[in-house]
């Protein structure tokens, strides 16, 4: 059995990097992309957003997931079946009209997929593997306390499966 629960392995909410729900997608990249060097290293952060709303409150993720599923919207763009219909010139427009996506339009909302503080780790796999994300906000109480990765989880598993030492296979 692992010891470990999502409270042990979260990253807390401190050192998320927020964003306000009313941002334009462009300025959800370019956050994220600022927070991949917080470290002094290229491309290595969190890949993940806390999204706040006008008054300063939780009230979604922005993932680096969610931002690729929306710029494949943008694929539209050179299609020619789509170009060709009469509507999607108004469509294509409000699409280059300074990034019209907004965060909230793309954001994953906190109590779509969530885990609590003292689920146990197969808990929280079950709930990643469920809900088809790479990152769950764990809560308490309702509270949002910090955000566990599937990379978090890994590094559990994979000490665990390592201090199992099995026979070389034959």
């Not at 692992?2 to 392995?9: M, Q």
């Not at 809560?139 to 070389?168: M, Q």
Request: net charge negative; with cysteine.
């Amino acid at each position: 059995m692992l010891p470990h629960k999502a409270r042990d392995i979260m990253i807390p909410l401190e050192e998320l990097p927020t964003i306000e729900a009313g941002a334009t997608l462009y300025e959800g990249i370019q956050a994220l992309r600022q927070s991949f060097h917080r470290q002094g290293k290229p491309w290595h952060g969190h890949r993940i957003l806390i999204v706040l709303d006008a008054e300063g409150r939780l009230s979604g993720i922005l993932t680096l997931r969610g931002i690729l599923m929306a710029v494949g919207l943008y694929d539209l763009l050179n299609d020619p079946l789509f170009r060709a219909e009469s509507w999607s010139w108004y469509f294509l427009q409000k699409l280059k009209e300074g990034s019209l996506l907004r965060v909230c339009d793309v954001m994953r909302p906190l109590e779509v997929a969530t885990v609590q503080a003292d689920d146990e780790i197969m808990d929280v796999v079950r709930a990643l593997l469920r809900h088809g994300v790479n990152s769950l906000p764990v809560l308490e109480g309702g509270r949002l306390l910090g955000v566990v990765r599937t990379v978090d989880v890994f590094k559990v598993l994979s000490a665990h499966f390592l201090s199992l030492n099995p026979p070389p296979c034959e």
